[in-house]
T-cell receptor
Framework: DAGVIQSPRHEVTEMGQEVTLRCKPI?????LFWYRQTMMRGLELLIY????????DSGMPEDRFSAKMPNASFSTLKIQPSEPRDSAVYFC?????????????FGSGTRLTVV | AQKVTQAQTEISVVEKEDVTLDCVYE???????LFWYKQPPSGELVFLIR??????QNEISGRYSWNFQKSTSSFNFTITASQVVDSAVYFC?????????FGKGTMLLVSP
């Protein structure tokens, strides 16, 4: 299995531009999570999906952030417009079941820099 | 609400020393899972162990061992005979009925 695949690995963009981060979960996993990692706040959950349906988006910082999961094998996290404070590493993770029984597998992350 | 506390921000040891990383958690859930992840300098999050709240048996995997004590809400991680390759940030995490909550992490630096 190729694991959770995220793209791009690195993204540098100018303030005000739209940014789209992509994630392909492990085949068969029914939960998908988006996390953001910063020095100040650590790893924080932004949103998670179950069977492609968003369940909890209370961690999404503001309306500039949106996430979709059009099918079981693809999810996007979009920031529009981007701001320098959005600079962080964004991780996608997937799991079989949400209860943690089988653990969570994380992608390699996307390092976003907004200048 | 869930909370995970890793009081040690950074630990420095010399190779071959034993080191223990502390993790204390808070949850009102009766069933929960505890995890440890390793984040090496390359940045990925590597799963190390999962323990459910009904299993307080300690676990050993090579040089790694974990001590789960429900009475003190702790899930500590010990590396025996540390090596330079163990240098990384280590995260403790908790999942109850809601989602996975991480501690702030402990940076471990192992010097040769």
């Amino acid at each position: 299995d190729a694991g959770v695949i995220q793209s791009p690995r690195h993204e540098v963009t100018e303030m005000g531009q739209e940014v789209t981060l992509r994630c392909k979960p492990i085949s068969g996993h029914d939960y998908l999570f988006w996390y953001r990692q910063t020095m100040m706040r650590g790893l924080e959950l932004l949103i998670y999906f179950n069977n492609n349906v968003p369940i909890d988006d209370s961690g999404m910082p503001e309306d500039r952030f949106s996430a979709k999961m059009p099918n079981a094998s693809f999810s996007t996290l979009k920031i529009q417009p981007s701001e320098p404070r959005d600079s962080a590493v964004y991780f996608c993770a997937s799991s079989l079941g949400g209860g943690g029984t089988y653990g969570y597998t994380f992608g390699s992350g996307t390092r976003l820099t907004v200048v | 609400a869930q909370k995970v506390t890793q009081a040690q921000t950074e630990i420095s040891v010399v190779e071959k020393e034993d080191v223990t990383l502390d993790c204390v958690y808070e949850t009102r859930d009766t069933t929960y899972y505890l995890f440890w992840y390793k984040q090496p300098p390359s940045g990925e999050l590597v799963f190390l162990i999962r323990r459910n709240s009904f299993d307080e048996q300690n676990e050993i995997s090579g040089r790694y061992s974990w001590n789960f004590q429900k009475s003190t809400s702790s899930f500590n991680f010990t590396i025996t005979a540390s090596q330079v390759v163990d240098s990384a940030v280590y995260f403790c995490a908790l999942r109850g009925y809601s989602t996975l909550t991480f501690g702030k992490g402990t940076m471990l630096l192992v010097s040769p």
